[in-house]
C-alpha cells in the first residue's frame, strides 16, 4: 500500500522555525527518493527540496537554499523539512512525495499540512 502522511504544519512567525515530517509506508519509501512540494494560494505546485536513497543527495529550489534542510531516517521510514528564517512568502500547503530509486519523478503523493507564516 502506498501512503504518505505529512505532520508538522502550522502558523508560525516570520524568523521562526518549524519541522516537517512525512511517514512513508515500505513500498512508498524504501530505495526512493523523497520530496517536498509547495502549493500557495492560487499558484502552482513547485518543488522544494528532495533528497535520494543513494549517497543521499539532496536538492534544493533557490528560494530555501540555506534555509531548509530535508533529510530522512530510513529506520521509520521518515522524511523531514527543517524549515528556519521562515518569510511570509514560504506560507503553502507543503506536499510530501515519492520517486523511483535516485530519479526526480514523482509518482506517489500526500495530502499535505498547511504551513502559514505571519510577519
Known amino acids: 500500500q502506498v501512503q504518505l502522511v505529512e505532520s508538522g504544519g502550522g502558523l508560525v512567525q516570520a524568523g521562526g522555525s518549524l519541522r516537517l515530517s512525512c511517514v512513508a509506508s515500505?513500498?512508498?519509501?524504501?530505495?526512493?527518493?523523497l520530496g517536498w512540494f509547495r502549493q500557495a494560494p492560487g499558484k502552482e505546485r513547485v518543488f522544494v527540496a528532495g533528497?535520494?536513497?543513494?549517497?543521499?543527495?539532496?536538492l534544493y529550489a533557490d528560494s530555501v537554499k540555506g534555509r531548509f534542510t530535508i533529510s530522512r531516517d530510513n529506520a521509520k521510514n521518515t522524511v523531514y523539512l527543517q524549515m528556519n528564517s521562515v518569510k511570509p512568502e514560504d506560507t503553502a500547503v507543503y506536499y510530501c512525495a515519492s520517486a523511483p530509486t535516485d530519479t526526480f519523478d514523482y509518482d506517489y503523493w500526500g495530502r499535505g499540512t498547511q504551513v502559514t507564516v505571519s510577519s
Open positions: 533528497i535520494t536513497w543513494s549517497g543521499p543527495r539532496t
Open positions: 515500505e513500498r512508498s519509501f524504501s530505495r526512493r527518493t
